[in-house]
Antibody
Framework: QVTLKESGPVLVKPTETLTLTCTVSGFSLSNARMGVSWIRQPPGKALEWLAHIFSNDEKSYSTSLKSRLTISKDTSKSQVVLTMTNMDPVDTATYYC???????????????????WGQGTLVTVSS | DIQMTQSPSSLSASVGDRVTITCRASQSISSYLNWYQQKPGKAPKLLIYAASSLQSGVPSRFSGSGSGTDFTLTISSLQPEDFATYYCQQSYSTPCSFGQGTKLEIK
């Protein structure tokens, strides 16, 4: 059974750094066909992709947030950590981690999707 | 970055109706398009991947089509549990991106 669970503070102050942990089970972070993404959703708004990390440690970040984000993983602990610096009230959102599964649909053609999600954790930024 | 635009933003329909939601990409994304359903207070759920492949366990009344820049999600006969918000997402290039969502409401 695949599960992901986010953990971290529910309240952070403006300018502080947010650290969120995603603990996974039912699959390994060393699986070459899988990865983990962080996605957020401000109250009443759309989903916004933040970052991903794969088994080979390949990382990628949102263009607009790249300077503030760092993603890392600890395979032995089955954890993926996201840090976001200089938090602002506009960063108030539910933060989700999601498993990425990659499939090969043709030679040199790999696509991916988010097939399992955590329940999300609401982070409020306020002084 | 690739922009994803969904239409309509909201839609009212009745149980038993056939409903179609459209998603357009700002450039060609081949078939690298996924659809998700989200209910209030819950995480999104994968419905369709690779534009037209039904995720395991998803009812067959859901279907997806399209390639290039234009895609559709169709629900053939709406059920009460289908009233939710639907998002498309492209995985053609990084950063991946979601549409703004389509809220499906009961008429």
């Amino acid at each position: 059974q695949v599960t992901l669970k986010e953990s971290g503070p529910v309240l952070v102050k403006p300018t502080e750094t947010l650290t969120l942990t995603c603990t996974v089970s039912g699959f390994s972070l060393s699986n070459a066909r899988m990865g983990v993404s962080w996605i957020r959703q401000p109250p009443g708004k759309a989903l916004e992709w933040l970052a991903h990390i794969f088994s080979n440690d390949e990382k990628s970040y949102s263009t607009s947030l790249k300077s503030r984000l760092t993603i890392s993983k600890d395979t032995s602990k089955s954890q993926v950590v996201l840090t976001m610096t200089n938090m602002d009230p506009v960063d108030t959102a539910t933060y989700y981690c999601a498993r990425i599964t990659m499939i090969v649909v043709a030679p040199y053609t790999v696509l991916h999707y988010f097939d399992y999600w955590g329940q999300g954790t609401l982070v409020t930024v306020s002084s | 970055d690739i922009q994803m635009t969904q239409s309509p933003s909201s839609l009212s329909a009745s149980v038993g109706d056939r409903v179609t939601i459209t998603c357009r990409a700002s450039q060609s994304i081949s078939s690298y398009l996924n659809w998700y359903q989200q209910k209030p207070g819950k995480a999104p759920k994968l419905l369709i991947y690779a534009a037209s492949s039904l995720q395991s366990g998803v009812p067959s009344r859901f279907s997806g089509s399209g390639s290039g820049t234009d895609f559709t999600l169709t629900i053939s006969s709406l059920q009460p549990e289908d009233f939710a918000t639907y998002y498309c997402q492209q995985s053609y290039s990084t950063p991946c991106s979601f549409g703004q969502g389509t809220k499906l409401e009961i008429k």
